[in-house]
C-alpha cells in the first residue's frame, strides 16, 4: 500500500513527500517476509529522472537491477536494463546505453514479446539518432512501426514518428515531416498521454520556422509552454522558450523575444531549486532511517542488558534460598540484607540506563545538527548567487523594456543587456552545477555497501595503479614511492579507493599549497591477517591540537578557500565503519602521517 501511495505521489510531482514515503518503505522492508526493495529503487531512480539528476537515478536503477538478478525475477531484470540504458542515453554515455539497449532487445526477441521489441527497437533507434547514423535510426524506427502495425499496438508509436520527423526534416522532406510528427500528436493524444505530445509538437514548430511560417509556429509553441507547464516538463518548456524567442527575433518584437529569454532562465533557476530541494529531502530521509535503525538496535542491546539483569537477579534469589535451608537461624538478618542490597542496585541501575539513553540520544541529535547545519552552510552560497543573478537579469530587463516603451533602445544597450545576461546565465549554471556537485560530495559521507562487490586484489598493485590515475586530476607534480608487502586482501577496494582519494586531495589542496617539491610515501606491513597502510607525505602537515578533530564532519582549517571540511571524515566512513578497521592521525616531525588497519579478509562491515 506504501509503495502505491508513493506512486500516487510521483505522479502529482509530490515529490519529497514520496521519498519520505519510500523511507519507511525501506526500513519496514527488514519485516517481510519477501523483500520489495526493488520497488523501492526503482521509485527512487523514477524520481531523481523526472527532475533531470541522471547520476542518483542510474545508481538507484542499478541496484534495483543488482536485487532483481539475486532474486531471478525475470520480468524485472529486463525493466531496469531498458531504464538504465534510457539513463545513459540521457547522460551521453552512448556505448553503455548500447549495451543494455541490446540485452533487452535480445531477451525480447528469445521471448517473441513484440510490443518489447518494438520499444527496443525505438530506443536503438534514438540512439542512432544520437550518434548521427540516420539510416540507422530510420530503419529501426520503421521496424517498430511494422512490429507495432503488426501487432495492433500502437502505444509506444508516437516516440518512432517524432523521430522520422526529425529524420525526414534534416533530409530537407518538409512533408513526409510534418506528416510524421502530426501522426506523433495525434496517437499521443489518442492514447490519452498529452505529455508526450510536448516533444513532437515543439518539433512541428521548429519546422514551421524553417519554412517562416511564423505565426503558426507562434501558436504550437504557446501550445507546448501551457502542456509543459501544466505537466512539469521542465526541459521542454526551456526549449519551448528558446524557441519562441527565437521566432520573435525573427518577426522583430524585440521585447517579446526578450521576455521569452528571461521565462528560459526562470525555467533553469526553478529546475536548479527543485533538483536541490528534492536532494535535501533525499538526504535527510536517509538520515532519518539511518536514525531508526540505531533506535532498533539500541532498543535491543536494552532488552537484552534487562534479560541479564533478571538472570543474575534469579541466580541471586536461588542461592540465597538454599543458603536460608542450611543456616536457618540467620535467616531474617540475610533477607533483611539482601533486600536493601538489591533495592540499592535497582536503583544505580535504571540511573545507568536513564543516563545512556540521554548520551546515546544527545550524540545522534549532535550528529544530525552538524551534518543539516553544514550542509545547508555549504549549499547557501551557491543557491544565494543563482537568486541574486536572477535578480539582477530581472533588473536589467525592466530597464531594456522601459527603453524599448521610451523608444530609447539602442544597439549597444541590447548588446550590453545580452552580455550581462549571458554573463549572469553562466553564474546560475556553475554555481546550480556546484550545488549539484556538493550533493554528490555529501553523499559520500552516507556510502554503504550497497552495489559493493567483495572481490580479491593484489593490494599493492592495486594502490600503485589507482595512485596515478588519482594524480593526474592535479597540475602539481609528485612523486610518488610505495614499499612493503606484496599481500592480496578480499573485501572492497572501492573503499579504500575513496580513503585513498581523499588523502590524496587533502595532501594536494593542504599539504603541497606552499611546496614545488612534492612527495607521497606509502608503506604497506601486515602481520597475523591485519593488514595496515601507512600513508604519509611531505606537506606543511598537521597542528598537533587538531590531530583528535580533523576526523569530525565539516571540520577545516582553510574554509576560505572553500574546503567542505568532510573528506577525511570520508576516510574515517570507508576504513573504520564500513571495513570494521582502524584509521588515526599521526604525529610526524613534517608532513601529515595517516595510518589504516582492517583485517586481510573483509566479509562484511561491522
Not at 540504458?85 to 513484440?114: C, I, P, S
Not at 548521427?132 to 535510426?137: I, K, M, R, V, Y
Not at 518512432?160 to 499521443?188: D, E, W
Not at 533538483?275 to 535535501?280: C, E, F, I, L, R
Request: aromatic share 8%; charged share 20%; with cysteine.
Amino acid at each position: 500500500m506504501k509503495y502505491a501511495k508513493t506512486w500516487a505521489l510521483v505522479l502529482v510531482d509530490r515529490l519529497e513527500e514520496a521519498l519520505r514515503e519510500l523511507a519507511q518503505c525501506k526500513v519496514l522492508d527488514a519485516e517481510l517476509e519477501e523483500s520489495l526493495l526493488f520497488f523501492y529503487y526503482g521509485l527512487t531512480a523514477t524520481i531523481f529522472n523526472r527532475i533531470e539528476m541522471y547520476e542518483l537515478a542510474l545508481e538507484h536503477y542499478l541496484d534495483g537491477y543488482r536485487i532483481s538478478i539475486e532474486n531471478e525475477r525475470d520480468v524485472d531484470i529486463r525493466l531496469a536494463e531498458n531504464n538504465i540504458g534510457t539513463v545513459y542515453l540521457a547522460m551521453g554515455h552512448l556505448q553503455q546505453a548500447e549495451h543494455y539497449f541490446d540485452l533487452f532487445y535480445q531477451d525480447a526477441l528469445e521471448r517473441k514479446d513484440d510490443p518489447m521489441s518494438s520499444l527496443a527497437l525505438t530506443n536503438l533507434g534514438k540512439l542512432a539518432f544520437v550518434r548521427g547514423n540516420t539510416e540507422l535510426a530510420y530503419r529501426h524506427f520503421q521496424g517498430a512501426l511494422e512490429t507495432q502495425k503488426a501487432i495492433n499496438f500502437n502505444y509506444f508509436s508516437s516516440e518512432s514518428h517524432y523521430y522520422l520527423g526529425k529524420i525526414y526534416r534534416q533530409r530537407g522532406q518538409v512533408n513526409n515531416a510534418l506528416t510524421h510528427l502530426n501522426t506523433a500528436i495525434n496517437i499521443a493524444k489518442e492514447s490519452d498521454s498529452l505529455s508526450y505530445s510536448i516533444a513532437p509538437i515543439i518539433g512541428k514548430a521548429r519546422l514551421l520556422l524553417d519554412l517562416e511560417r511564423y505565426e503558426q509556429a507562434l501558436k504550437d509553441v504557446k501550445q507546448s509552454i501551457s502542456m509543459a507547464i501544466k505537466f512539469k516538463r521542465h526541459k521542454s518548456l526551456a526549449e519551448a522558450y528558446l524557441l519562441q524567442a527565437s521566432i520573435y527575433t525573427q518577426l522583430q518584437q524585440f521585447d517579446l523575444a526578450l521576455k521569452a529569454t528571461k521565462q528560459y532562465a526562470d525555467v533553469k533557476v526553478t529546475l536548479s531549486e527543485w533538483q536541490s530541494k528534492v536532494s535535501v529531502a533525499y538526504y535527510l530521509a536517509e538520515v532519518d532511517v539511518t536514525s531508526k535503525e540505531l533506535d532498533i538496535a539500541n532498543l535491543t542491546k536494552e532488552n537484552v542488558i534487562r534479560e541479564l539483569s533478571n538472570k543474575a537477579i534469579k541466580r541471586q534469589f536461588i542461592l540465597f534460598v538454599v543458603a536460608a535451608v542450611v543456616i536457618a537461624g540467620l535467616l531474617v538478618f540475610f533477607l533483611h540484607r539482601i533486600r536493601g542490597k538489591n533495592q540499592l542496585q535497582a536503583k544505580t541501575l535504571k540511573k545507568l540506563k536513564e543516563t545512556q539513553q540521554q548520551l546515546i540520544e544527545a550524540e545522534k541529535l549532535s550528529a544530525l545538527t552538524i551534518i543539516v547545519s553544514g550542509m545547508a552552510h555549504q549549499l547557501n552560497t551557491p543557491l544565494g548567487i543563482v537568486v541574486t543573478s536572477t535578480s539582477i537579469v530581472t533588473e536589467r530587463l525592466q530597464y531594456i523594456k522601459c527603453a524599448i516603451n521610451e523608444k530609447k533602445l539602442t544597439q549597444k544597450m541590447l548588446s550590453d543587456f545580452i552580455e550581462q545576461s549571458a554573463d549572469a546565465l553562466i553564474l546560475v549554471r556553475n554555481n546550480s552545477s556546484k550545488a549539484a556537485g556538493l550533493v554528490e560530495k555529501f553523499k559520500l559521507i552516507a556510502t554503504t555497501l550497497t552495489g559493493m562487490e567483495s572481490t580479491s586484489i593484489d593490494l599493492r598493485a592495486f594502490i600503485n595503479d589507482k595512485l596515478a590515475g588519482l594524480l593526474g586530476k592535479y597540475k602539481c607534480g609528485v612523486t610518488t614511492n610505495i614499499e612493503g608487502d606484496t599481500v592480496h586482501i578480499e573485501g572492497y577496494p572501492e573503499l579504500l579507493l575513496n580513503a585513498l582519494d581523499q588523502l590524496v586531495d587533502n595532501s594536494v589542496h593542504h599539504g603541497f599549497s606552499q611546496r614545488s617539491d612534492n612527495q607521497i610515501n606509502i608503506t604497506i606491513d601486515v602481520k597475523e591477517g591485519w593488514v595496515t597502510i601507512t600513508y604519509e607525505d611531505n606537506g606543511v602537515g598537521i597542528e598537533n591540537d587538531q590531530l583528535s578533530q580533523i576526523f569530525t564532519p565539516f571540520y577545516t582549517s582553510s574554509i576560505q578557500d572553500g574546503n567542505l571540511g568532510i573528506g577525511l571524515n570520508i576516510v574515517y566512513n570507508s576504513i573504520a565503519v564500513l571495513m570494521g578497521g582502524e584509521v588515526s592521525a599521526q604525529p610526524t616531525e613534517q608532513g601529515a602521517k595517516f595510518v589504516m588497519e582492517f583485517s586481510q579478509v573483509i566479509k562484511e562491515a561491522e
